[in-house]
């Protein structure tokens, strides 16, 4: 158990439509990255916040955004969805801004019909 | 563009054997690998680190080796068990970096 805990495990919708990933760091852990795997992409880095801040920009779609609160949990928000869209989508946390190595939990399965 | 790389999608071994598998990486700029395990439903575990200022780190019967002139990395599992089936990915970052660049991923399947 890596300690990152995401929610939903498995989230179904059609295309048009908005869904929001929830995922809670480690406890201590500052930072929060988002990543993406699809079997044509293998795993891309997203996004990256640091005590709610954004850190780090990956290639993120504009129709995705993030955000971490006060709490530390982040959201992963993803809207107009697209069958393309269909992926794992994983949550990583780690103690500061640059540290490693990075912790992740066990994903967002995200089917689009 | 840059990116990490791996040599085989597949390996296969017998149980006891030690398996090793391999990891290309082309930014010379790059100064931390690891590696992780995925299994099927579950997200990349850690199993080992490497800073470029070492050429060999050694865990629990995982060995990992960095070749900074070839830009190669691999990573020796000792006595491959079934519970070793997976897939292995490698990553790296740099300096002042916090994101990971993966590689495409190996299947590793043991055989009893």
């Known amino acids: 158990d890596s300690g990152v805990t995401q929610t939903p495990k498995?989230?179904?919708?059609?295309?048009?439509q908005r869904v929001t990933l929830r995922c809670?760091?480690?406890?201590?852990?500052l930072s929060v990255y988002w990543y993406q795997q699809s079997l044509?992409?293998?795993?891309?880095?997203?996004?990256?916040?640091?005590?709610?801040e954004e850190r780090a920009k990956g290639n993120i779609l504009e129709r995705f955004s993030a955000q971490q609160f006060p709490d530390l949990h982040s959201e992963l928000n993803l809207s107009s969805l697209e069958l393309g869209d269909?992926?794992?989508y994983f949550c990583a946390s780690s103690v500061g801004p640059g540290s490693q190595p990075q912790h992740f939990g066990d994903g967002t399965r995200l089917s689009i019909l | 563009g840059e990116s990490v790389g791996l040599h085989l999608p597949t390996l296969s071994v017998q149980e006891g054997?030690?398996?090793?598998?391999?990891?290309?990486?082309?930014?010379?700029?790059?100064d931390?690998?690891?590696?992780?395990?995925?299994?099927?439903?579950?997200?990349?575990?850690?199993?080992?680190?490497?800073?470029?200022?070492?050429?060999?780190?050694?865990?629990?019967r995982v060995t990992v080796l960095l070749n900074k002139t070839v830009k190669h990395l691999s990573?020796?599992?000792?006595?491959?068990?079934?519970?070793?089936s997976a897939v292995y990915f490698c990553a790296e970052t740099r300096p002042s970096g916090s994101r990971l660049t993966f590689g495409e991923g190996t299947q590793l399947?043991?055989?009893p």
């Open chain 1, 10 to 16: 498995h989230l179904i919708t059609a295309t048009g």
């Open chain 1, 24 to 29: 809670s760091p480690r406890s201590g852990d």
């Open chain 1, 40 to 52: 044509d992409q293998g795993l891309q880095f997203l996004i990256q916040y640091y005590n709610g």
């Open chain 1, 86 to 88: 269909s992926a794992l």
């Open chain 2, 17 to 30: 054997d030690n398996s090793i598998i391999n990891c290309a990486y082309s930014n010379s700029a790059s």
């Open chain 2, 32 to 60: 931390y690998f690891i590696w992780y395990k995925q299994e099927s439903g579950k997200g990349p575990q850690f199993i080992i680190d490497i800073r470029s200022n070492m050429d060999k780190r050694q865990g629990q």
């Open chain 2, 75 to 84: 990573l020796q599992i000792a006595a491959t068990q079934p519970g070793d």
């Open chain 2, 109 to 111: 399947t043991v055989n």
